[in-house]
T-cell receptor, first 111, second 113 residues
Framework: GIQVEQSPPDLILQEGANSTLRCNFSDSVNNLQWFHQNPWGQLINLFYIPSGTKQNGRLSATTVATERYSLLYISSSQTTDSGVYFCAVASVGGATNKLIFGTGTLLAVQP | DVKVTQSSRYLVKRTGEKVFLECVQDMDHENMFWYRQDPGLGLRLIYFSYDVKMKEKGDIPEGYSVSREKKERFSLILESASTNQTSMYLC????????????FGPGTRLTVL
């Protein structure tokens, strides 16, 4: 099945810094989503982005489907950005809603 | 806003007990999912459902069953709980349209003693 790799596994930032999280996937996808899991365990969908670029406030994401990777940019980080960021994909030919998750990037933003 | 709720935030059960985890969504979504989350493994799909009374196995269905008698409710059943089923369980739903954003519940942290 499709493999999803996220990097880095852990990241520590000072408040105000910028960061880039990467998601590589091993096959063509028809669905790619980025999620943020807060320290209390709640997962929030950040982006649905199987291709192209989207922005939402300080967050933006780019997926280059032909090269099988996606990037999540966090600018001017805040302590509330702390948590785990997951990339999840569904492979072409499979069920669009059947997501395969990466193992996540644990982000800690220090004041 | 979509709301996905789960019946318990924390649950402690004994080995061999039958365990029910309930999930309810209020946005008339067709698709519902059960995942478990373990350290270092991310989220893994246990079962999903595309419609009432329909279910499909995910990647790790062994030891679990599900029930979907009503569109808004999706139940995960551990017929005989074992210690290796100690985990965080997350329910999600999505509308099944071309925009497939998944919405998650708050999770149930299950401990099996």
């Amino acid at each position: 099945g499709i493999q999803v790799e996220q990097s880095p596994p852990d990241l520590i930032l000072q408040e105000g810094a910028n960061s880039t999280l990467r998601c590589n996937f091993s096959d063509s996808v028809n669905n790619l989503q980025w999620f943020h899991q807060n320290p209390w365990g709640q997962l929030i969908n950040l982006f649905y982005i199987p291709s192209g670029t989207k922005q939402n406030g300080r967050l933006s994401a780019t997926t280059v489907a032909t090269e099988r990777y996606s990037l999540l940019y966090i600018s001017s980080s805040q302590t509330t950005d702390s948590g785990v960021y997951f990339c999840a994909v569904a492979s072409v030919g499979g069920a669009t809603n059947k997501l395969i998750f990466g193992t996540g990037t644990l982000l800690a933003v220090q004041p | 806003d979509v709301k996905v709720t789960q019946s318990s935030r924390y649950l402690v059960k004994r080995t061999g007990e039958k365990v029910f985890l309930e999930c309810v969504q209020d946005m008339d979504h067709e698709n519902m999912f059960w995942y478990r989350q373990d350290p270092g493994l991310g989220l893994r799909l246990i079962y999903f459902s595309y419609d009432v009374k329909m279910k499909e196995k995910g990647d790790i269905p062994e030891g679990y069953s599900v029930s979907r008698e009503k569109k808004e409710r999706f139940s995960l059943i551990l017929e005989s709980a074992s210690t290796n089923q100690t985990s965080m369980y997350l329910c999600a739903s999505t509308s099944g349209t071309s925009y497939n954003e998944q919405f998650f519940g708050p999770g149930t942290r299950l401990t099996v003693l």
